[in-house]
């Protein structure tokens, strides 16, 4: 089973920038898909950004297109979801999950422990 551990959580003012990472260990014999989620009190968990294919394509929510930037760093096995553009609407918290890449769709199977992201006004 793969672990996962996020950081780079913090509070921040509208309009800043955070950068998340996902540190990914344990070794698997299945070709793995991961993503970015988020929750917010009382609201369901949403995709903010997807890897998938062999990291040949990235999927982003609607809400963070052209403010949220998804990448790989294969020798650390890390990912990192780079946020700019920051607003209130983005707090949450912020997980990864990992699992295994189905052709059609990611099975996740696990997931980190979520770092908390808040954008104040």
């Known amino acids: 089973r793969v672990q996962l551990v996020e950081s780079g959580g913090g509070s921040v003012q509208t309009g800043g920038s955070l950068r998340l990472s996902c540190a990914a260990s344990?070794?698997?014999?299945?070709?793995?898909?991961m993503g970015w989620f988020r929750q917010a009190p009382g609201k369901e968990r949403e995709g903010v950004a997807y890897?998938?294919?062999?990291?040949?394509?990235?999927w982003y929510g609607d809400s963070v297109k052209g403010r949220f930037t998804l990448s790989q760093d294969n020798a650390n096995n890390t990912m990192y979801l780079q946020m700019n553009s920051l607003k209130p609407e983005d707090t949450a918290v912020y997980s990864c999950a990992a699992g295994v890449d189905m052709g059609w769709g990611c099975d996740y199977k696990s997931w980190g422990q979520g770092t908390q992201v808040t954008v104040s006004s």
């Open positions: 344990g070794a698997s014999g299945y070709i793995m898909c």
């Open positions: 890897i998938y294919n062999g990291g040949r394509r990235i």
